[in-house]
Each structure stands twice: as structure tokens, then as C-alpha cells.
């Protein structure tokens, strides 16, 4: 059975490569709508408030998203909690949408595994393998 420590690595590591890998793929697809129509998920009271088209701000969306998959890569412990931030920020967009409540949970889900990487980070600095003394003693 690995240690506790080796676990935590993985699951560190696999957090680390969803949460830059994801975040910059949607902002990517911002600018192609290949996965969606991602227009349709903007709160139409959005788009009557800001002085620019649903389809523009959405742009200006993926290029936030492509930046907090970057910041994730370099500084994961703070990259985690800007999106988790950024997701509740979707959430509250979604629920005044309606219609899309189960992507707010989905997105939920996500904001909370954004949180865990960023906890995680802690023990992990970024490019590192290896946990911190801090993180490595017994009763931590």
C-alpha cells in the first residue's frame, strides 16, 4: 500500500495537470465555439448592462481562462483559488441564466477541486514533487 504522502502527490499531480489543462482548452474554445455555443450561456442581464456584445465578452472570458490555466501552471496555490473564484462567478452567471442548473453543480464540483489544489499546493510547491518539511511531518 503507497504512504500517505505518495497519495497526496497524485492526487496533487492530477488536480495540477486538470486545472491548467482545462481551463486554457475552454478559453481556447472561446474563440471557436467547437465544444459550444458558449454565447448561450451568458445571462441575458449581462449583456444589457455591459456596453459590448455577448459574443465579445465571452472572448474576453476564454482569455481570462486561458490566464488562470497559466497562473495554475506557475503558482498553483494561488492559480487554485482564482479559479475557484472565477467558478463561483459562472455559478451565480448560470443560476441567473436558469435553465443550467446542472452545469452550476458541475461547476460546483469543480470550484472544489480547485480549492483542494490550492490546499494541496501548500505541501507541493509548484514544479515539486516532493512535499515541504512542513507538509512531510507526522501529524499534519
Same mark, same amino acid.
Given at each position: #500500500?503507497?504512504?500517505?504522502?505518495? &497519495?497526496? *502527490? &497524485?492526487?496533487? *499531480?492530477?488536480?495540477?495537470? %486538470? =486545472? ?6 475552454? $478559453?481556447? /474554445?472561446? =474563440? @471557436? /465555439?467547437?465544444?459550444?455555443?458558449? /454565447? ?13 456584445? $455577448?459574443?465579445?465578452? #465571452? #472572448?474576453?472570458? $476564454? ?15 494561488? %492559480? ?17 441564466? %436558469?435553465? @443550467?442548473? /446542472?452545469?452550476?453543480? +458541475? ?11 490550492? *490546499? ?6 509548484? %514544479?515539486?514533487? +516532493? ?5 512531510? *511531518?507526522? $501529524?499534519?
Amino acid at each position: #500500500m503507497a504512504a500517505v504522502p505518495d &497519495q497526496a *502527490r &497524485q492526487a496533487f *499531480r492530477l488536480l495540477y495537470v %486538470g =486545472f491548467v489543462v482545462a481551463p486554457i482548452l475552454a $478559453g481556447l /474554445d472561446k =474563440f @471557436f /465555439d467547437v465544444l459550444v455555443d458558449w /454565447d448561450r450561456y451568458l445571462a441575458p442581464v449581462v449583456t444589457d448592462v455591459l456596453p459590448v456584445s $455577448g459574443h465579445t465578452l #465571452m #472572448m474576453a472570458v $476564454g482569455v481570462v481562462e486561458i490566464a488562470a490555466g497559466v497562473l495554475v501552471a506557475l503558482r498553483p496555490r494561488i %492559480g487554485g483559488y482564482v479559479v475557484a473564484v472565477w467558478l463561483w462567478a459562472v455559478i451565480v452567471n448560470l443560476l441567473v441564466a %436558469g435553465d @443550467f442548473y /446542472d452545469i452550476a453543480l +458541475r461547476d460546483f464540483g469543480l470550484s472544489l477541486g480547485a480549492l483542494a489544489l490550492a *490546499r494541496l499546493a501548500e505541501a507541493y510547491p509548484a %514544479g515539486s514533487l +516532493r512535499p515541504t518539511a512542513a507538509a512531510s *511531518r507526522p $501529524g499534519r
